[in-house]
């Protein structure tokens, strides 16, 4: 009798973790639970100006940051706020920031403790500073049509920012990007921070090609795989192979914000709205089979553009004449041995 009470005390109890641990894997991330929607709204309070001051170094202020969830129920987390980047938190008025997340209130409430957030933010102060922020998002956007899982998931913000000492506050877009540990666990892969000069057949081809001619398409030439700049590598867990997950595009003739500069002696270009392609591929043929993928989706790149409501019109007609601009260059034959030529 003892026998069989203490197995089904077993059993209970086995029910019981198991329901648990599902509970756990099923309970959104902190990630998740702000990207419900296109744009939500948000808030982050702070010591403003002492989070200014740490630009040159890696102190953390702390801060509270709010929002409404799907529930609209307001949620208010406190996090650490870390000042981060390289170019623009030199020259920005207001540079890109981390938000780190408290573990122990995450594992308190049952949640997956992905808790390092990066926020993009404008730049400058003004209309400028926000349609740049709108134009890399967008750019975000036109990666995950054409590669849907080996993306970062982004997430639109209209930010209040409120200083607890001066009392004031301010409202701008942000883009508000996945842990990236919550990225390499979609993708059953681990981050490699010091993967320099990795060979080509390393990588995932089709995923490798992807990036590097939606690179070309945006523009963007300050990026490098072999250096791991402003690409995130991933080392998937399956086969060994290496996936790279672009980012940062603010430096693309895409978003073409007013700071943004070339290194037009060594690239052999004029400004950052043309073309050069830093890939792996030394041959257009190489890329014939991204090629056609790209161009089955042309349709949905330029819609996604025209359906964005938060733009400028002028930035619409911009964006568009600009993805256009590479699909004529497609229909009239691919060179990617010649910068500028698209």
């Not at 129920?73 to 980047?85: D, F, L, P, T």
């Not at 090609?209 to 072999?226: A, K, P, V």
Request: proline share 3%; net charge positive; with cysteine.
């Amino acid at each position: 009798m003892k026998t069989q009470s203490s197995l089904f005390f077993i059993f209970i109890l086995s029910l019981f973790i198991l329901s648990f641990s599902t509970r756990q894997a099923e309970t959104p991330t902190i990630f998740q639970q702000i990207s419900y929607q296109e744009l939500v709204k948000a808030e982050l309070e702070t010591d403003l100006d002492s989070l200014l001051n740490t630009k040159k170094t890696e102190e953390e202020i702390p801060g509270t940051f709010s929002f409404e969830d799907a529930n609209k129920q307001k949620q208010n987390w406190q996090v650490k706020i870390q000042v981060r980047g390289k170019f623009r938190r030199r020259i920005c008025e207001f540079p890109p920031l981390r938000l780190t997340f408290s573990k122990k209130e995450m594992k308190e409430k049952g949640m997956p403790t992905h808790n390092n957030l990066k926020l993009v933010v404008h730049c400058v102060d003004n209309e400028a500073g926000d349609e740049y922020v709108l134009r890399e998002y967008l750019a975000y956007k036109l990666y995950q049509i054409l590669a849907p899982t080996e993306s970062y998931r982004v997430q639109l913000l209209r930010v209040k920012y409120k200083d607890v000492k001066k009392k004031q506050t301010s409202t701008h877009y942000g883009i508000l990007l996945e842990d990236e540990d919550e990225l390499a666990e979609r993708l059953n892969a681990k981050v490699c921070d010091d993967c320099y000069n990795t060979p080509k057949e390393k990588f995932v081809t089709d995923n490798l090609n992807t990036n590097d001619l939606f690179e070309y398409l945006i523009g963007n030439t300050d990026w490098s795989t072999m250096l791991s700049r402003n690409v995130k590598l991933l080392q998937r867990k399956e086969d060994g192979k290496f996936l790279v997950v672009p980012y940062d595009f603010d430096f693309s003739g895409f978003v073409s914000a007013g700071y943004a500069s070339v290194d037009t002696a060594a690239l052999k270009i004029k400004n950052v709205r043309q073309r050069v392609f830093l890939g792996y591929a030394t041959e257009s043929g190489e890329l014939k089979k991204t090629v056609e993928a790209f161009q089955t989706k042309e349709k949905e790149l330029k819609d996604l553009v025209r359906r964005f409501k938060y733009i400028t019109p002028e930035s619409r007609t911009y964006l568009l004449d600009y993805v256009d601009s590479f699909f004529q260059c497609v229909k009239m034959g691919l060179d990617i041995k010649t910068p500028g030529k698209c």
